[in-house]
């Protein structure tokens, strides 16, 4: 039963557990570039949920070709693309902080980072 | 660590990156594909220069200067169509209004094409650029 | 057909990548485009307001398409006074910036300066005109993605610890406003906001809907920096420079609550969010702790900036506090407040910035006497803070008359305490600043010497402001009072 509802809504509990495993990392790990990790995690775990609603079974690229009957919604892909660059922006620019940091601190530990 | 085989075989793929890149930015109003798409494997093949040379070798052919440029032409390329529109009396981006000799959709067309190019270029110098700093960082 | 909607946004943009290409020409170019963007803003924030005024809500299709399926820009007069706000303190922020910056930041980073800038101004101004809920987003991002730059430009001790910090909490933010936005995508199909209002009251028992107004709720809420989410806000403001600090004080954190209302206001509807989900009650007493626990916090700083930032913490929780309580004088009070503190916070950071551009000093006690080396940015920095704290007739003492008046007439008298407690709290730290600098005898071995001129303009025009507007109410009330109106209709 509960299996059964779990196989029916697969992709949707691997978000689920996505974000959840994103978040932890970025709120409880104290290494600067596994908070980063948690990061992509996280936003991975949103893209994934929006376009695992977009599938249809047996859909095709919306591209209108005369004998197709089902396309796929390709709206949710273009939110899920903005927001993969967005996510490119943020971590990349997090990135840089981090070997800044590193530079400027010697260690990445968030801990020993906040009694300076 | 760069071995002769990482150097020959980067010198043979990136050229062919790099046209394939091209082919994604132009055919971007036909299929799935387009400015942003493409630009990054243009960027791509400047970062697999970097690793599998060095950084001045992908330098000397993308240098900040050019990088620069490239990345506000290609911005100020999108606004400026965006901006043509309302100067011959249509809405922003409204580009089926641009007075050319042809269907509207074709206007369209080659409009899209031409946002398109925009993007690319401004995203190539973009993404080559994240990664080209980023090592500069490391380095010193 | 009016342009002005797409030309608010796109003007700073074109000037933000105008200034790399002169840049690499001759950086002294970059100051004069980012004015020029600036004020070519202002403009055209002006004749929208102008003409929302006259023929009421504007909408712009973009591109000629129609909604829901092309991107709309909708300008109310809610748009339009956010508009000129940003667009107000934006510009004087510039001009203040060119002093300033040639002296506080690493020589080389002129230009990105300028380009950074420009690109927080237009998505500001971008996230208020926008009538697409995923607009918003991506508009919201492109200017955070420009606030942690400019937190982390100056290269000074901690301000990469700031930046991090605020990056890695407002993703976080980020993430939950894109589940939010999708949620509502899937149940309804649409994005457009005025289409979204249509179509959810269909589904107001679904859990999604729900799970949507969760996520964006506490997405915004941290843009916001709303109470418990506010760990973020002090240090990235007192570490960035202080133009920079003055636009974060004074409008940034106000578009995450410009997004809220549109959010609770616009998408959702004042029954859903007051009558059926209690999310209205329940953000007044959020926004009542923000107030009282940043007060608190205030009192004990000793760095300036630190005690400014806490202080605008504060009355980002008066904005909050006066639209959650969705009856007509709290929701103006709010909203008018949104205009009156950007125009005192501002002046307030600027004043600070010109103490750290003259002497170098940051900490509370070190400012002594400098009433009498600078007496004229000093007697703007009292103007500004009589506003903070409310005392009449300043223009802060008018939308927190307002927001007592809207407490009394939903019934909830507690809050007029919170915010007359609120007000001795800041009257507290105000004046233990005012009376150092004026009485607390000299010490400084600095020059009688006032800022040059590109600082001194934009501090008294500001502190003008806070004066003026208190005696001429009138003049924000003509676009608060439609917004309202637009607002508790829908």
Not at chain 2, 25 to 40: A, C, K, R, T, W
Not at chain 3, 292 to 307: D, G, K
Not at chain 3, 461 to 481: D, K, S, T
């Amino acid at each position: 039963m509960i299996l059964e509802l779990i196989v029916a809504n697969f992709p949707y509990f691997v978000s689920v557990v996505l974000f959840l495993v994103g978040l932890y990392a970025m709120i409880v790990r104290r290494n600067l570039i596994k908070k980063i990790m948690g990061l992509n995690i996280l936003s991975t775990s949103v893209f994934l949920y929006l376009i695992s609603v977009a599938y249809k079974e047996g859909g095709a690229p919306p591209i209108r070709v005369s004998e197709v009957e089902v396309y796929v919604n390709p709206l949710p892909h273009a939110l899920v693309l903005t927001g993969i660059v967005v996510a490119l922006a943020l971590t990349s620019f997090a990135l840089v902080l981090t070997i800044k940091i590193y530079k400027e601190y010697g260690t990445l530990d968030s801990d020993k980072l906040m009694d300076l | 660590m760069t071995t002769i085989v990482i150097k020959t075989i980067a010198r043979v793929l990136v050229p062919f990156l790099q046209l394939f890149g091209f082919y994604i930015i132009v055919h971007g109003p036909v299929s799935p594909g387009g400015g942003f798409q493409g630009g990054v494997i243009v960027g791509a093949s400047m970062i697999l220069l970097a690793l599998s040379y060095d950084l001045s070798s992908a330098e000397d052919r993308a240098s900040h200067k050019v990088r620069i440029i490239m990345d506000s032409t290609g911005a100020l390329l999108f606004a400026g169509i965006g901006l043509l529109c309302l100067l011959v009396g249509g809405v922003f981006l409204e580009y089926g209004i641009i007075p050319l000799p042809m269907a509207p959709a074709e206007v369209r067309g080659l409009m899209i094409l031409l946002v398109g190019v925009a993007i690319g270029i401004h995203i190539m110098a973009l993404a080559a650029s994240l990664f080209l700093h980023l090592a500069e960082e490391h380095d010193t | 057909m009016d342009h002005s909607p797409i030309l608010v946004v796109i003007t700073p943009f074109v000037g933000a990548y105008l200034s790399p290409l002169l840049g690499l020409w001759r950086e002294r170019l970059c100051y004069p485009v980012a004015v020029a963007a600036a004020l070519l803003s202002l403009f055209f924030s002006f004749r929208l307001a102008g003409s929302v005024l006259t023929s009421g809500t504007i909408r712009y299709w973009v591109g000629g398409w129609e909604p829901p399926w092309g991107i709309e820009l909708v300008v109310d007069p809610l748009s339009a006074f956010m508009c000129l706000t940003i667009s107000l303190v934006s510009l004087l922020a510039v001009i203040y910036s060119k002093n300033f910056i040639e002296k506080e930041l690493p020589r080389g980073k002129m230009t990105s300066y300028y380009t950074l800038i420009l690109l927080l101004i237009g998505g500001m101004l971008g996230v208020v005109v926008t009538g697409d809920l995923f607009n918003l987003f991506v508009l919201t991002e492109i200017f955070s993605v420009a606030a942690y730059a400019l937190v982390a430009i100056s290269g000074k001790r901690g301000s990469f610890i700031g930046s991090y910090r605020y990056l890695i909490l407002a993703s976080i933010g980020t993430s939950l406003i894109l589940l939010g936005t999708g949620y509502l995508y899937i149940i309804t199909g649409t994005l457009n906001m005025a289409d979204l209002a249509v179509r959810l009251p269909a589904f107001y028992d679904s859990w999604v809907v729900f799970g949507a107004l969760a996520f964006l709720l506490i997405g915004f809420g941290i843009k916001t920096a709303l109470f418990p989410l506010h760990t973020w806000l002090p240090g990235a403001y007192s570490i960035a420079p202080a133009p920079v600090t003055a636009i974060f004080s004074a409008v940034v954190s106000k578009v995450g609550g410009y997004s809220l209302i549109r959010v609770l206001f616009t998408i959702f509807g004042l029954e859903f969010i007051t009558d059926l989900v209690p999310v209205a009650p329940a953000l007044t007493w959020v926004a009542a702790a923000t107030i009282l626990v940043a007060s608190m916090f205030a009192i004990s700083q000793t760095s300036l900036m630190r005690m400014l930032a806490y202080s605008s913490v504060a009355h980002i929780g008066y904005v909050v506090l006066g639209v959650a309580l969705a009856v007509e004088m709290g929701m103006t009070g709010g909203i008018l407040h949104i205009f009156n503190h950007a125009l005192a916070t501002g002046c307030l950071f600027f004043c600070a910035g010109a103490v750290i551009y003259k002497t170098g000093i940051r900490h509370i006690d070190d400012l002594r006497g400098l009433g009498g080396k600078i007496p004229l940015t000093m007697a703007a920095f009292t103007l500004a803070a009589a506003s903070k704290v409310g005392i009449p007739p300043s223009a802060g003492f008018v939308s927190k008359f307002y927001l007592s008046l809207g407490a009394l007439e939903a019934g909830e008298w507690i809050f007029v305490i919170v915010i007359l407690l609120a007000s001795l709290m800041s009257a507290v730290f105000y004046l233990r600043v005012i009376n150092l600098i004026f009485f607390g005898g000299d010490k400084h071995e600095v020059r009688r010497d006032e800022l040059p001129l590109s600082m001194l303009f934009p501090i008294i025009i500001l502190a003008l402001g806070c004066a003026v507007f208190g005696i001429f109410v009138g003049i924000p009330l003509q676009l608060v009072e439609p917004a309202v109106m637009v607002l508790s209709e829908l």
